[in-house]
């Protein structure tokens, strides 16, 4: 069954430190996919998306995902999280009509 | 783990017909499900927040008198789309998150096409 996995429900990272999250997918065929950012009470904000070509993707607020056929995943990072940053980043994996998304992982920002 | 049921996963309908469209937690209470829509190869807008009990909460841009929502009790969320046209065709999803602690589930989403 074609599925999204993010391993990781919270991560805490210190601001100005590095992020990475993790996303791995299982499809039949290379999927588009997608991180969504989604602050507490509001819907959500599409952050980068693959379709194809150049695997590293650049998105908005200085992330970037870097797709892995190999290891079929799509890791979002950055490299100095801000305070503004926390807030539940979900994966997202679409192909023939069917959106599958992961469980989301909670980012907590420390001082 | 959290189930959201969304049913159904496929509608065809005429043009000016209502379509419903269910949102359902199978294993825990949502007082917050969310209402996405998305078109082919873009990313999904956010449609409305739907808060059980109260109405709900529609984002700027989207028709509350068209995209009816009902939050009717703590597992069920209904997404009616009214007097639907071709435009409407899409693909609309939602989401429910179990307490403020717990993860975001989604349904499977409904693939509604306006003929």
């Known amino acids: 069954a074609q599925s999204v996995t993010q391993p990781d429900i919270h991560i805490t990272v210190s601001e100005g430190a590095s992020l990475e999250l993790r996303c791995n997918y299982s499809?039949?065929?290379?999927?588009?996919l997608f991180w969504y950012v989604q602050s507490p009470g509001q819907g959500l904000q599409l952050l980068l998306k693959?379709?194809?070509?150049?695997?590293l993707v650049q998105g908005i607020k200085g992330f970037e995902a870097e797709f892995k056929r190999s290891q079929s995943s799509f890791n979002l990072r950055k490299p100095s999280v801000h305070w503004s940053d926390a807030a539940e980043y979900f994966c997202?994996?679409?192909?023939?009509?069917?959106?599958?998304f992961g469980a989301g992982t909670r980012l907590t920002v420390k001082p | 783990g959290a189930v959201v049921s969304q049913h159904p996963s496929r509608v065809i309908c005429k043009s000016g017909t209502s379509v419903k469209i269910e949102c359902r937690s199978l294993d825990f209470q949502a007082t917050t499900m969310f209402w996405y829509r998305q078109f082919p190869k873009q990313s999904l807008m956010l449609m409305a927040t739907s808060n059980e009990g109260s109405k709900a909460t529609y984002e700027q841009g989207v028709e509350k008198d068209k995209f009816l929502i009902n939050h009717a009790s703590l597992t069920l969320s209904t997404l009616t789309v009214t007097s639907a046209h071709p435009e409407d065709s899409s693909f609309y999803i939602c989401s429910a998150r179990e307490g403020q602690a717990g993860g975001y589930t989604f349904g499977s989403g409904t693939r509604l096409t306006v003929v």
């Open positions: 693959y379709f194809s070509g150049d695997t």
């Open positions: 997202a994996g679409y192909n023939n009509n069917d959106m599958r």
């Open positions: 499809y039949g065929a290379t999927p588009y």
